[in-house]
């Protein structure tokens, strides 16, 4: 497993504690539709942002995953405005994750099947959004995206940034819908919006037979750096065992 450094993530404010329960279980990775395929999968891979990164490399390999069956494709600021973007530089497989005109390299390749995974979990993470449309009109374009460039995957779990306790606002300082919401870790948070909630459970019952809902998991404390959506290192660590566990049980 490859590790990366350390910056700045992201976070947003507003309401919505309960998760996208509406499209599924609100802890499940269950979508809607009769003919979702349940696995086994031969290779996963996580399109996720630099806080990915943070609790992967806390872990989740060694927590119960089959290594050799998850891959991780992780940018600095991989919000759902930027994989909406067919032509986005952060589809390539090469660069540095760190520099927004350059690619994703994946880490910890699958054994098998790496350019062809069967399932993806993808993090849909914005602070520059303020309306479910927003929300939905991205996603639908995430979603299109993913199937055009990688026709293998039988699934995708869509799930949000680890949320604060609760979901109450930790940073005290969020803007929602700034210039520089998405890239500044300063007035982002880790309070997920209802209507981000609400854009996630409509892309589940418009794609009942490809979408699930990811897990959905809250941290134990808030940062005291209010650094964004950034958990502590005891949280990455917890994270990741979690997140090791559920998808244990979903090989």
């Not at 290594?67 to 390539?92: C, N």
Request: charged fraction near 15%; proline fraction near 6%; hydrophobic fraction near 40%.
């Amino acid at each position: 497993m490859t590790t990366a450094g350390t910056a700045a993530g992201g976070q947003a404010p507003s309401g919505g504690s309960a998760g996208a329960s509406s499209a599924g279980a609100s802890s499940a990775g269950s979508g809607g539709g009769t003919g979702l395929y349940q696995g086994p999968f031969s290779c996963t891979m996580y399109i996720g942002a630099y806080l990915s990164m943070e609790w992967w490399n806390a872990g989740f390999q060694t927590d119960g995953v089959d290594d050799a069956k998850w891959q991780l494709k992780w940018h600095h600021h991989g919000h759902i405005t930027e994989w909406a973007k067919p032509d986005s530089p952060f589809w390539a497989d090469t660069g540095d994750p760190l520099n927004d005109a350059q690619g994703s390299p994946i880490e910890s390749k699958c054994a098998q099947n790496s350019a062809t995974p069967d399932r993806i979990v993808f993090l849909a993470l914005s602070w520059v959004l303020t309306t479910e449309d927003e929300w939905t009109q991205n996603l639908n374009a995430d979603i299109a995206n993913i199937k055009a460039k990688y026709p293998s995957v039988k699934r995708v779990d869509v799930m949000t940034m680890i949320r604060c306790p609760m979901n109450m606002q930790c940073n005290p300082n969020a803007v929602i819908g700034g210039p520089d919401s998405d890239t500044n870790a300063g007035v982002q948070d880790c309070q997920v919006p209802a209507f981000a909630d609400a854009a996630i459970a409509k892309l589940i019952a418009a794609n009942p037979d490809y979408v699930a809902l990811g897990p959905q998991f809250d941290m134990t404390m808030c940062n005291p750096a209010h650094n964004g959506a950034h958990m502590t290192g005891a949280d990455n660590t917890i994270t990741a065992m979690k997140m090791g566990a559920f998808y244990a049980a979903k090989p």
